[in-house]
C-alpha cells in the first residue's frame, strides 16, 4: 500500500472533488460519515460520554461533522471547539452552522479557559489538528494536549494523531496526542512506523473514503508499506520436478570463539527458508558444534582455531552471507577486506561485518553493487552517522544506499528496506522478536531467498516480511518473552503456509 507524502494527500483531495464534481464539504462530509459508522458500529449507542475536541480547520470540520452524526443518533457529546486561529477553515464554519441547527453549541477553549474535566471513563475524540499541522501548537494548545493525555480516556484520532506533524518529528514532544485508536483517511502515514513518532500511534486503521483511485494508482511514492498482497507476487513456488541444485548453495562466512551460535542461527534459517544447499565457514572451534547442532549444513573451517584470518571458498556459492558472530580481530579485519576486493556478486552483510565497514569506510567502495546491508539502528548510526529525526536517519541512509548502490535494510519494529531512492516498510513482527540472534535468522532468510533466485531487494522485502510473520507466529504460541530466535526459525515454514492461507479460513479461525 502506498504512503502518501501530506502533499499527495491534498492532491488527491483536489483531484476527486474535480473528478466527481463534488464540494470539498461532501469530501468532508463522506469522510467523517466512515468516522461515524465505525464508531456507532461498535458503541451501538451505548450512553458512554463523548467529548470531541475540534479545531478550526478541516481536521475540526470532520470532528463536527462526527458531533453531529453522534447528537442525531442520541449519543451523549461534548463539543469544544479549541480556538487555536481565527482563520477558520470554509468548511469547519459551514458545519459549525449545522451542528448549531441540531441544538449543540460546543464549547470554545482559548488560552483563558479552564481546561474541561475528562474523566478515564470518556472517550476523547480528537479533532484537533490533521496533517496541516504546520509549526508547533501554542503552549496553551499544548497544555490541553497534555490534559488529555493525563485523563487516561480511551483517545479516538481523526486522521493524525493531534500535535504530530506527518513529515518531521515533533517540535514538543509532549504536545502530541498519545492516541489509543487513528483512524487515518485513506492511506496511512508513514510517521505511524517511525520509531520516535509511532509511540504516539496505539493502533490504527484506514477508513476507505473513496478518494480518486486513478491519482492514487498512477503518483509514484517515496514509501511503501509492505503487507501480504505486496510480498505474494514476489513468492517463487517450488517446482515439481525441481532438485536441490534448483534452489541455489549459500555460504554462510562468520563465528568466532564463544559466537559460533550466530552463524548456526544464520544457516540453519536460510535451509529453512529454501536454500537447497547450505554452507558454513567458520573458524575451527565451531566445528564440532555446528556439525552436530545442523546435519544439513556442510562445514568448511578457516586456517585458525577462534577467529576467521581468511576466507577461502573452494566452489562458486550462489550468494554469501557475512558478518553474524564473525568479530573485529585485526586479522578478521583484513581478510574481510581482502574477501571484498574479490568478490563481484552481491551478498548479505551483518553484525560485526557492518561494524568493520564503519570502522573501515575506505572498504565500502569494494562491496558489490546491490549487495544486501542490514544494520540494527545503532549499526547503522556508525555507518551514516548520528540523525536528530527519524526523517533525517532515512534521508542519510537513502543518500548512503545510493552512493554506493545497495540495499540498505533498517532493522526496528516496522524494518525498512531501502532501495534506489524508495522505502519499503515492514508490517509484520513483534516485540518478542527484540531478543539476542534473531538478527541473524534474518541474514540466513535473506541469503537463503537470493539463492533461490530472487532479487537482492526482493528478498530483502519478502525476507523481512516473512521474518516477522515467523515471529508472529511464534508469539502466538510462546508469547513475547520466551521467543528465541531459535524459535523464530522452527516458524519459518508455518509462516510460509500463513501467506497462502485464505481469508474464509481467516473468518472461521476468528469464531
Ligand atoms: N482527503 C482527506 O484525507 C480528507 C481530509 N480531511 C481532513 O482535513 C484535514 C486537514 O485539514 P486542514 O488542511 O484544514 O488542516 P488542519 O485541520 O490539520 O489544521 C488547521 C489549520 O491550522 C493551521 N495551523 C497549523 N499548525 C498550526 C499551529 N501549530 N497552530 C495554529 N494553527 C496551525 C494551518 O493553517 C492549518 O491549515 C485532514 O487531516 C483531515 O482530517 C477531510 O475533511 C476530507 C478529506
Ligand atoms: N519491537 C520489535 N518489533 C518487531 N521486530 C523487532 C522488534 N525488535 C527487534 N525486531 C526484529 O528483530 C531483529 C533484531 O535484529 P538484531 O538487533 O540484529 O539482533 P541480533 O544482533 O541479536 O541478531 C530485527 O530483524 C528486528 O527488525
Ligand atoms: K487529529
Given at each position: 500500500m502506498k504512503i502518501f507524502s501530506a502533499e499527495q494527500i491534498y492532491q488527491a483531495d483536489k483531484s476527486t472533488i474535480q473528478k466527481e464534481k463534488i464540494k470539498s464539504e461532501e469530501l468532508m462530509e463522506r469522510a467523517a460519515t466512515q468516522l461515524f459508522e465505525w464508531m456507532h458500529s461498535r458503541l451501538r449507542g451505548t450512553q458512554v460520554k463523548i467529548q470531541l475536541f475540534c479545531g478550526i480547520g478541516n481536521n475540526g470540520g470532520d470532528g463536527l461533522v462526527l458531533a453531529r452524526k453522534l447528537n442525531e443518533h442520541g449519543y451523549s457529546i461534548k463539543v469544544y471547539v479549541?480556538?487555536?486561529?481565527?482563520?477558520?477553515s470554509e468548511d469547519f464554519l459551514l458545519n459549525l452552522e449545522r451542528l448549531k441547527d441540531g441544538k449543540v453549541w460546543p464549547d470554545f477553549i482559548n488560552e483563558e479557559s479552564e481546561l474541561p474535566k475528562i474523566s478515564p471513563n470518556d472517550i476523547v475524540v480528537d479533532a484537533i489538528f490533521g496533517i496541516g499541522l504546520n509549526r508547533a501548537p501554542d503552549e496553551w494548545v499544548g497544555n490541553l494536549i497534555k490534559h488529555i493525555n493525563n485523563s487516561r480516556a480511551f483517545t479516538l484520532s481523526v486522521d493524525v494523531p493531534s500535535g504530530l506533524p506527518v513529515d518531521r518529528g515533533p517540535w514538543e514532544p509532549s504536545y502530541v496526542i498519545n492516541s489509543s485508536y487513528v483512524l487515518s483517511f485513506q492511506v496511512p502515514k508513514l510517521v505511524f512506523f517511525l520509531p520516535r513518532t509511532g509511540v504516539y500511534v496505539n493502533q490504527w486503521e484506514i477508513l476507505d473514503?473513496?478518494?480518486d483511485q486513478d491519482y492514487i494508482s498512477n503518483t509514484e511514492t517515496d514509501f511503501e508499506l509492505i503487507g501480504r498482497p505486496e510480498v505474494l507476487p514476489m513468492y517463487r513456488p517450488r517446482l515439481k520436478?525441481?532438485?536441490?541444485?534448483?534452489?541455489g548453495h549459500s555460504v554462510i562466512v562468520g563465528g568466532s570463539y564463544g559466537k559460533i551460535g550466530a552463524v548456526q542461527l544464520a544457516a540453519s534459517s536460510c535451509l529453512s527458508v529454501g536454500s537447497g544447499l547450505v554452507t558454513a565457514f567458520i573458524p575451527k572451534c565451531g566445528y564440532n558444534s555446528l556439525q552436530t547442532a545442523i546435519p544439513e549444513v556442510m562445514v568448511l573451517t578457516g586456517s585458525r582455531e577462534k577467529n576467521i584470518s581468511g576466507i577461502e571458498i573452494p566452489f562458486e556459492p550462489s550468494v554469501i552471507g557475512v558478518g553474524?558472530?564473525?568479530?573485529?580481530?585485526d586479522d578478521t579485519i583484513s581478510a574481510f577486506g581482502t574477501f571484498l576486493k574479490k568478490m563481484d556478486s552481491p551478498m548479505v552483510i551483518d553484525a560485526d561485518g557492518l561494524n568493520i565497514l564503519s570502522q573501515n569506510p575506505e572498504m565500502l567502495s569494494d562491496v558489490p553493487e546491490l549487495s544486501v546491508l542490514t544494520p540494527h539502528p545503532k549499526e547503522l548510526e556508525r555507518l551514516i552517522g548520528h540523525w536528530s529525526s527519524d526523517f533525517e536517519k532515512l534521508e542519510k541512509a537513502k543518500t548512503f544506499a545510493a552512493q554506493y548502490n545497495l540495499i540498505v535494510v533498517i532493522k526496528g519494529a516496522h524494518t525498512v528496506t531501502l532501495f534506489n531512492g524508495k522505502g519499503y516498510v515492514n508490517t509484520t513482527g513483534n516485540p518478542g522478536m527484540a531478543t539476542a540472534g534473531s538478527g541473524d535468522v534474518l541474514t540466513g532468510m535473506i541469503t537463503g531467498l537470493i539463492a533461490q533466485g530472487y532479487s537482492t531487494v526482493e528478498a530483502s522485502i519478502f525476507g523481512v516480511y516473512l521474518h516477522g510473520l515467523a515471529g508472529d507466529l511464534a508469539a502466538s504460541t510462546k508469547g513475547y518473552e520466551a521467543l528465541k530466535a531459535s524459535t523464530l526459525v522452527e516458524h519459518i515454514g508455518s509462516a510460509f503456509s500463513e501467506l497462502f492461507r485464505q481469508p474464509e479460513m481467516e473468518q472461521k479461525d476468528k469464531s
Open positions: 479549541v480556538n487555536y486561529s481565527d482563520k477558520r473514503i473513496g478518494l520436478f525441481s532438485h536441490k541444485g534448483n534452489y553474524v558472530g564473525i568479530g573485529q580481530d
